[in-house]
């Protein structure tokens, strides 16, 4: 069993950074492929960002790529996505997963489907 919080939301105007943190309880967290998606008012949950390993592998959606990172801390057991050049359209409830399935070949990271436990949401809101 994997325990998530999020923190680190907040308002925030266009073009302006946040950092969110999702720490996890545990001591398994290095076994776990961590990712972050959204909801927006009225919208589906949409992935944002994923990683398997420390360094490496990581996945986005196409309109965060070079504006977003997500990175891991092992050791602090938390998941990070820092957020720069932040536009309106990035305002949503930010929810970090966990996914067993770090050493599967066939792990759909974008899809929420994949993710065995998740937080309970922090939300960003990006005025214009």
């Known amino acids: 069993q994997v325990q998530l919080v999020e923190s680190g939301g907040g308002l925030v105007q266009a073009g302006g950074s946040l950092r969110l943190s999702c720490a996890a309880s545990?001591?398994?967290?290095?076994?776990?492929?961590m990712g972050w998606f959204r909801q927006a008012p009225g919208k589906e949950r949409e992935f944002v960002a994923a990683i398997r390993w420390t360094g490496g592998n990581t996945y986005y959606l196409d309109s965060v790529k070079g504006r977003f990172t997500i990175s891991r801390d092992n050791a602090q057991n938390t998941v990070y996505l820092q957020m720069n050049s932040l536009k309106p359209e990035d305002t949503a409830v930010y929810y970090c997963?966990?996914?067993?399935?770090?050493?599967?070949?066939?792990?759909?990271?974008?899809?929420?489907?994949?993710?065995?436990?998740w937080g309970q949401g922090t939300q960003v809101t990006v005025s214009s």
């Open positions: 997963a966990a996914s067993r399935k770090l050493y599967s070949i066939s792990w759909s990271p974008s899809a929420s489907s994949e993710y065995d436990y």
């Open positions: 545990g001591r398994t967290f290095s076994s776990y492929a």
